[in-house]
């Protein structure tokens, strides 16, 4: 039971670098997220995708593109960082609709640093 | 807009009942979820409300006013393992919820 796989754990990059953030969830899960979470800040979303093949921005997509491959995967790309963009990340995922309790799963975080 | 409001800090006595409020405005409303994150952890479920009223949980409880946009996780018989910050997350789209910046609870023996 992995439940929702984030790659890399801890990163570090120099500003304007580029990287890709991995998700993947063995749920079945529809919906996929990810958040970035700064001190003080609580979780902000940065995009979600609803279903396979679809993406949307959240509250704070600027500096960021996403690409949801599969059902199972959804990655999360800096195409080139920086320092503002040191934080936590997380990516998430839930099941079922307006009426559930659409509870999210998250995986263990992505500890982001750039220089 | 979207907007919560919760207590930054509290801090209680092992053994003791502490209550965490929550209120919220946003559009589009379903339900309160409740989420628990340990220091240098990931969010995990708790609890949620999807009609007024208590949902209890073992030691936990949460309770909804969608009338007053309001709510409240309750968690009785504190422990030490306790201490960690609490979101509430209300459910503003089909399936998307809304994070705040938490309450960080400190419970001392």
């Known amino acids: 039971n992995a439940g929702v796989t984030q790659t890399p754990k801890f990163q570090v990059l120099k500003t304007g670098q580029s990287m890709t953030l991995q998700c993947a969830q063995d749920?079945?899960?529809?919906?996929m997220y990810w958040y970035r979470q700064d001190p003080g800040m609580g979780l902000r979303l940065i995009y979600y995708?609803?279903?396979?093949?679809?993406?949307d921005k959240g509250e704070v997509p600027n500096g960021y593109n996403v690409s949801r491959l599969n059902k199972r995967e959804f990655s999360l790309r800096l195409e080139s960082a920086a320092p503002s963009q040191t934080s936590v990340y997380f990516c998430?995922?839930?099941?079922?609709?307006?009426?559930?309790?659409?509870?999210?799963?998250f995986g263990a975080g992505t500890r982001l640093s750039v220089l | 807009g979207q907007s919560l409001e919760q207590p930054s800090e509290v801090t209680a006595v092992e053994g003791a009942i502490v209550q965490i409020n929550c209120t919220y405005q946003?559009?589009?409303?379903?339900?309160l979820s409740w989420y628990q994150q340990h220091d240098g952890g990931a969010p995990t479920f708790l609890s949620y409300?999807?009609?007024?009223g208590l949902e209890e949980t073992g030691r936990f409880s949460s309770f909804l006013s969608r009338s007053d946009s309001y709510g409240y996780l309750l968690l009785q018989e504190l422990q030490m393992k306790d201490s960690a910050s609490y979101f509430c997350?209300?459910?503003?789209?089909?399936?998307?919820?809304?994070f705040g910046t938490g309450t960080r609870l400190t419970v001392i023996p």
């Open positions: 946003t559009s589009g409303f379903y339900g």
């Open positions: 997350a209300p459910k503003a789209g089909a399936n998307n919820l809304f």
């Open positions: 409300n999807g009609l007024d």
């Open positions: 998430a995922s839930t099941d079922r609709g307006p009426l559930a309790k659409n509870i999210q799963y």
């Open positions: 749920m079945n899960h529809n919906s």
């Open positions: 995708s609803a279903s396979e093949g679809t993406t």
